[in-house]
């Protein structure tokens, strides 16, 4: 019985909704892309490039959340892929500054 539920958890997991989005960090939020570790999952990282910024393969539940974790770093991480996601965000960032220019 015990082997059947441990297959079953590692089926279940694996079977998990994934979102995976390419980006690059700046460097001083490094450190808390890795401590927020329940909403994101860092796949993978590269050195940093030219501009020191780090590339890096983020791995999201779904869209929403990759949107939501996205904004709260503003201006410190840009989305390389896919681009209807960096569209979505910049819609979205957009709709906060016409809310609050009119109120």
Known sequence: MATYWEQS???FVQNLPNYDVQVEIHPKIMS???FTGKFVKVIQTENPNEDNWIPATLAFNDKQEAIEFILGFANKIKIVSPKDLSDKVVSLAKSVI????HE
């Open 98 to 101: 016409d809310f609050y220019n």
């Open 32 to 34: 808390r892309i890795n």
């Open 9 to 11: 958890k590692v089926e």
